[in-house]
C-alpha cells in the first residue's frame, strides 16, 4: 500500500466547517458497518475552579491552534447525529490539560455519546510539558482520568459485528508485559481485530515525514529503531538541567514494547491499526496483514468517516 497524507491545518488554513474523510477498511466484518474516528480533540476549557497558572494555559492555548477545538468539537457530534454511525471512536487527547471544566466536558461527552476510546498523553498533562511524562505523573491524574473514561484506559475490548476493538494505552511510548498477555487473549477469540492506542506505531513511511516536521528531534512513533533514535538531535533551546525533555529518553523502545510490537506484527488476525497523535492524516501498511490508520486532529476540523467491511 502507497502511504496517503494530507498536511496538518495552520491558523490560516483551518476550514469553517468540519470534514470527515471518507475510508474504506476491509477486516472481514460479519456485515459492512461505519465508524466516526476522532482524535486529538484537545479541549482547553478552564475557569476559577482552577489555579491562575493553569488558567493562563488556557487563555494562551486558545490564542493558538486550538482556538476553533471546542467549536469542531460540536460540529462533529452533530454530524454524528445526522450520519448514526454503529460505532463512535476516540484515539485519545480529547483534553488538552487536566483542569476540572475540561474533565466535566469529558464526563458529558462520554455520557450523552455511546463512545469506545483509548486514552492521550494530554489526558494526564497537568500544565502541559512542565514535569517528565512517566508512570508516576500519569499515576497523579489517572484515577480523574479513569472516572470520566468510557472503557478502561489501560487495556479494553468491544466487538461490533464480529470484529473485535482493542484500546490500549501507549502514551509514553511503551506498551507493557501485561498489555501483551491481554493481547494474546483478545487473539484466542479468533476475531478480526482492530487496534486503537493514541500513539502511531513505528511505519517507515510516517517516520520520514514526521522527522522532517520536527526537523530531526524525533519521530513521535512507538517501536521506532535504536539505530534510529541514536540520529535524533537535541533541541537546543532545552538545558542541560531538563533532559528529562530529550525525546532520545522519552521515545526510546524498550524490551516488553518492542515484544508487543513483533507479536501484533505476527497476527494475521490483526486487520487494522488505528491511532492520532501526530494531528494530520496517514495511511500506511503495518504488517502483512493489517493497515496503520493516523487520524488527523479533529481541532483541525476533519476526522474520519470509516467504512468497514
Not at 11 to 22: E, G, K, L, N, V
Not at 41 to 47: F, N, R, W
Not at 63 to 76: C, S
Not at 203 to 210: E, F, Q
Amino acid at each position: 500500500m502507497t502511504a496517503r497524507q494530507t498536511t496538518p491545518g495552520t491558523q490560516s488554513s483551518i476550514p469553517t466547517a468540519f470534514h470527515f474523510r471518507p475510508l474504506e477498511v476491509p477486516v472481514g466484518a460479519e456485515r459492512p458497518f461505519s465508524a466516526l474516528l476522532l482524535a486529538d480533540t484537545h479541549l482547553t476549557l478552564c475557569d476559577a475552579r482552577d489555579d491562575e497558572r493553569r488558567n493562563a494555559l488556557s487563555a494562551a492555548r486558545l490564542q493558538g491552534e486550538f482556538r476553533d477545538a471546542e467549536r469542531f468539537l460540536r460540529e462533529a457530534l452533530a454530524a454524528a447525529r445526522e450520519r448514526r454511525p454503529d460505532l463512535l471512536l476516540h484515539a485519545g487527547d480529547l483534553i488538552d490539560f487536566t483542569s476540572e471544566a475540561n474533565f466535566e466536558a469529558a464526563a458529558a461527552l462520554f455520557s450523552e455519546n455511546d463512545f469506545f476510546a483509548c486514552v492521550g498523553n494530554h489526558e494526564f498533562s497537568q500544565y502541559v510539558g512542565e514535569a517528565r511524562e512517566d508512570a508516576a505523573y500519569k499515576a497523579a491524574s489517572a484515577e480523574r482520568v479513569a472516572a470520566v473514561w468510557p472503557n478502561d484506559i489501560s487495556f479494553a475490548s468491544r466487538v461490533v459485528n464480529g470484529v473485535n476493538f482493542v484500546a490500549a494505552d501507549n502514551v509514553y511510548y511503551h506498551f507493557t508485559e501485561e498489555q501483551l498477555e491481554l493481547m494474546e487473549r483478545e487473539v484466542a477469540k479468533g476475531l478480526p481485530i482492530v487496534l486503537l492506542c493514541h500513539v502511531p506505531l513505528y511505519a517507515p513511511g510516517l517516520y520520514a515525514a514526521v522527522m522532517v516536521r520536527t526537523s530531526g528531534v524525533c519521530s513521535y512513533q512507538c517501536g521506532v529503531p535504536d539505530e534510529l533514535v541514536d540520529t535524533w538531535r537535541k533541541e537546543r533551546d532545552w538545558p542541560e538541567a531538563e533532559r528529562w525533555r530529550d525525546r532520545r529518553v522519552q521515545q526510546r523502545a524498550d524490551a516488553p514494547t518492542l515484544e508487543f510490537l513483533d507479536y501484533l506484527k505476527a497476527q494475521p488476525l490483526l486487520k487494522a491499526v488505528l491511532c492520532g497523535h501526530t494531528h494530520f492524516f496517514w495511511e500506511e501498511r503495518f504488517s502483512p496483514t493489517a493497515v496503520q490508520i493516523v487520524c488527523p486532529g479533529t481541532y483541525t476540523g476533519e476526522a474520519l468517516e470509516l467504512r468497514f467491511a
